[in-house]
């Protein structure tokens, strides 16, 4: 199995754009999530999904939006960037609710 | 409020010793606990878990004590060698309505010397 995979790596955009962090999970796992985590913070929750077709707001939703079409796929999309979001993001799943959560590589975000 | 936090950000360790990172937290009210290793640009690495109705489990070369009374986790690493480098976060995990709470402290970065 892959696990958990995000692409891209590494992103930079300027202000007011938008794009799309794919992430995707080959494990049949039923619980998927997003964070981000920035210096001094630790990992904070974005958006989460406990199945196709059902998510949920996390800790810090604003300005992220994210669906869930599949079971493998759950794919953060920022609307319209501001440089309060430059930070590492990353994705995770687990079989399911309060079972223990894999991660992937994360992907890198600076806006400018 | 709530927190789940470490006793030391930084720890430096003679290759071969011991190594015992800290973790405090404050809801009692939690399901279970898991340390994660995060190697410079990778995302967290499951390390070991515990659920709170344990007080200790063991794995390869690493031990996790749970403390309830004090409400404090511990990591032991037995033999620190050098690929132990990392940053060690503990997570407390809890179920609040429909999804997991998870609870990251901040992490302690893990330096072994050669």
């Known amino acids: 199995n892959a696990g958990v995979t995000q692409t891209p790596k590494f992103q930079v955009l300027k202000t007011g754009q938008s794009m799309t962090l794919q992430c995707a999970q080959d494990?049949?796992?039923?619980?998927m999530s997003w964070y981000r985590q920035d210096p001094g913070m630790g990992l904070r929750l974005i958006h989460y999904s406990v199945g196709a077709g059902i998510t949920d707001q996390g800790e810090v939703p604003n300005g992220y939006n994210v669906s869930r079409s599949t079971t493998e796929d759950f794919p953060l999309r920022l609307l319209s960037a501001a440089p309060s979001q430059t930070s590492v993001y990353f994705c995770a799943s687990s079989y399911w609710v309060g079972e223990t959560q894999y991660f992937g590589p994360g992907t890198r975000l600076l806006v400018l | 409020g709530e927190s789940v936090g470490l006793h030391l950000p930084t720890l430096s360790v003679q290759e071969g010793d011991n190594s015992i990172i800290n973790c405090a937290y404050s809801n009692s009210a939690s399901d279970y606990f898991i340390w994660y290793k995060q190697e410079s640009g990778k995302g967290p690495q499951f390390i070991i878990d515990i659920r709170s109705n344990m007080d200790k489990r063991q794995g390869q070369r690493v031990t996790v004590l749970l403390n309830k009374t004090v409400k404090h986790l511990s990591l032991q690493i037995a033999a620190t060698q050098p690929g132990d480098s990392a940053v060690y976060f503990c997570?407390?995990?809890?179920?609040?309505?429909?999804?997991?709470?998870?609870?990251f402290g901040t992490g302690t970065k893990l330096q072994v010397i050669p």
């Open positions: 997570a407390e995990i809890r179920h609040s309505g429909g999804y997991q709470k998870v609870t």
């Open positions: 494990m049949n796992h039923e619980y």
